[in-house]
């Protein structure tokens, strides 16, 4: 008879494969190609070729999924990957998720898993402190991404200012609610006002500067004709990274804002968060302290696996009168104690124990090593930065991170360049980069994400992309020839 647990003997002899196969990618996806090819039929009939009436042995099975899958991911762990804030994960952060896996902890009450829950309650505790929180105030939760944080913040903004929306909802609307972010914002604030009922038209994207960061004037007049107009703003979602470009949004200014019109002030520093670790960076993100509330993404610049961040507030009861729903059927062993059941501060019900990935990076790493990590790939960016200049590329972002939009000084009104400069990089499997279009103009974004990537690489990449300029001045003269 089938047992799911499989015999002993066959655990054994599975797992020794898992680590020997794991190792060798996990060592080696330094090498070879970046991008996997996009054959559909091939990948879909590689899929389809499991057939469910006639099992496969377990090992056989493992060797043939990660087979498929060695061959057809883009290798976030690959040095020569310059994306979009998707890390190598650190080792640790890989057997936390194993481990997790084996023990299986149900995160929804705290009675279940009392210390995991401590775990995470901790964390968002101690990056409460690094933000400049309150200690005894914060209060936060573990969410699956960057996405679900930032729902979970207009949420409690909405929570907070219409006391009446969690029973009532939308009825609790008498005027238009709105939020304000920049124009370079993460789109999931868009996401989060449709799921919570508001509307993509409850969303002001605000110009940005020079700097390409929220225009701190315009939000002002535009909150103040949005309240003549009748509407009611409730929340500023300020960035500190922007997605795009890296652009830090001048919080102190939005906090003076918030604060003046009575609104929630959200920081989303999903990846830009970091920088709190880094003591000659922490000043950047000057302001953060006052916000309500923060993004900041385990799975970007901590680099852990997928999927983790953190969702922290100042304010302790806010996620509780957001989120609170009692049942009859969640355990209550922990009905006396002063502890909180995760499910009541979540849009999750049942969770996975998250936040194992970071705590034990910080263990064996600590806080040391995650500064020098950080501090590294900012000069990285740095160096990345001087390379393309002396290479007759032009710098079109301006951040302290290391984020680099570019493009070249004397094609830059040309504007099928860069989409084919960077398609052609992808195609070549050797990098990934990408297309951002920066103040009209097209540029090539380069991220360094991966804690690895070293000045032998930045090199190879500038003459990467130096060879493919070539190639398109040359194919632009002979057909001009013509
Ligand atoms: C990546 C990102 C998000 C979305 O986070 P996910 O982890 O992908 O859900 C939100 N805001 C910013 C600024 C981001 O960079």
């Known amino acids: 008879m089938t047992s799911f647990d499989l015999t002993p003997g066959e655990r054994k002899k599975t797992l020794e494969l898992v680590i020997d196969i794991l190792e060798k990618y996990y060592s ?23 057939d469910f009436d006639n099992p496969l042995s377990i090992t056989g099975s493992v060797t043939k999924i990660t087979e498929a899958l060695g061959k057809y991911i883009v290798h ?11 890390p190598r994960p650190n080792f640790p952060s890989v057997l936390a998720d194993l481990i997790t896996a084996v023990y299986n902890p149900q995160l929804a009450a705290w009675s279940h898993s009392p210390w995991a829950s401590e775990v995470e309650l901790y964390l968002v505790k101690q990056f409460g402190q690094k933000i400049g929180f309150p200690y005894e105030a914060t209060d936060g939760v573990f969410a699956t991404g960057g996405a679900e944080a930032n729902i979970t913040a207009v949420q409690c903004a909405l929570n907070r200012h219409f006391p009446e929306y969690g029973e009532s909802g939308c009825i609790a609307f008498r005027k238009r609610p709105l939020v304000y972010c920049s124009a370079e914002a993460h789109h999931s604030v868009i996401r989060a006002a ?5 509307g993509r038209e409850s969303v002001r994207m605000i110009q940005v500067n020079d700097r390409l960061e929220m225009d701190t004037r315009a939000l002002e007049e535009t909150i103040n004709s949005d309240i003549s107009a009748g509407h009611e703003p409730f929340m ?15 919080l102190e200014k ?10 929630w002030f959200h920081t989303d520093s999903a ?14 993100l000057k302001g953060i302290a006052k916000s309500d509330s923060v993004t900041l993404d385990v799975h970007k610049w901590l680099s852990v696996t997928m999927s983790a961040s953190m969702f922290i507030t100042r304010h302790s009861d806010i996620l509780g009168r957001t989120f609170r729903i009692t049942t009859d059927y969640m355990p209550r062993e922990a009905g006396k104690l002063e502890v909180v059941d995760p499910f009541s501060h979540s849009i999750q019900w ?71 400069l960077c ?46 300029r070539s190639d398109y001045l040359k194919k632009k003269t002979s057909s001009g020839d013509r």
């Open 271 to 284: 990846w830009g968060g970091a920088a709190l670790l880094v003591p000659e960076m922490k000043p950047l």
């Open 76 to 86: 976030l762990g690959h040095p020569m990957y310059y994306g979009l804030f998707n």
């Open 194 to 198: 449709k799921v919570s009922g508001l």
């Open 236 to 250: 500023i979602v300020g960035t500190a990274g922007t997605t795009g470009t890296g652009a830090i949004d001048n």
């Open 350 to 420: 049942s969770r996975r124990f998250t936040g194992l990935k970071l705590y034990l990076s910080l263990m064996v790493f600590g806080w040391k090593g995650y500064e020098e990590v950080i501090r590294r790939m900012t000069a990285a960016g740095s160096r990345l930065k001087e390379i393309l200049v002396q290479n007759n590329w032009e710098i079109l972002n301006s951040t302290p991170m290391p984020l680099v939009c570019f493009t070249d000084r004397d094609l830059k009104d040309d504007p099928a360049f860069i989409p084919w």
């Open 423 to 468: 398609s052609s990089v992808v195609a070549s499997g050797n990098a990934w980069v990408s297309v951002y279009p920066v103040k009209g103009l097209n540029a090539i974004r380069a991220c360094i994400t991966n804690y690895n990537t070293s000045e032998t690489h930045l090199g190879d990449l500038v003459k990467i992309i130096n060879e493919i």
């Open 28 to 50: 080696g996806n330094t090498a070879g190609r970046v991008t996997p090819p996009l054959e559909v039929a091939e990948i879909r009939a590689e899929v389809e070729s499991a």
């Open 254 to 263: 939005i906090a003076e804002t918030a604060g003046k019109y009575n609104l």
